[in-house]
Nanobody, 124 residues
């Protein structure tokens, strides 16, 4: 069994920063791609960022480019999302996801395991 636990969400004013973490426990894999998605009320889940196993490849949604940074520490089985210059439209539940692959994975359908999500609320 694989468990993904997100943390670091909260309430922040516009222009502020938050750092999300996603820790993997239980069964682990030799290689795995990881990603962040988010879902705002009344909207579909959308891609935010993804990172390959080595960390050498990353991808971002246009809406967060230049503001968010994805990273990972494979020794700690943990992924991070540094979010700067937050906007009210970034308000959503943020989910981390994992797929046992060496590739960069950017579509939700390809991910195998999901966390429960962490709420991020940005006030104006």
């Amino acid at each position: 069994q694989v468990q993904l636990v997100e943390s670091g969400g909260g309430l922040v004013q516009a222009g502020g920063s938050l750092r999300l973490s996603c820790a993997i426990s239980g069964r682990t894999f030799s290689v795995y791609g990881m990603g962040w998605f988010r879902q705002a009320p009344g909207k579909e889940r959308e891609f935010v960022a993804a990172i390959s196993w080595s960390g050498g490849r990353t991808s971002y949604a246009d809406s967060v480019k230049g503001r968010f940074t994805i990273s990972r520490d494979n020794a700690k089985n943990t992924m991070y999302l540094q979010m700067n210059s937050l906007k009210p439209e970034d308000t959503a539940v943020y989910y981390c996801a994992v797929r046992p692959t060496i590739r960069l994975v950017t579509t939700s359908d390809e991910y195998t395991y999901w966390g429960q999500g962490t709420q991020v609320t940005v006030s104006s």
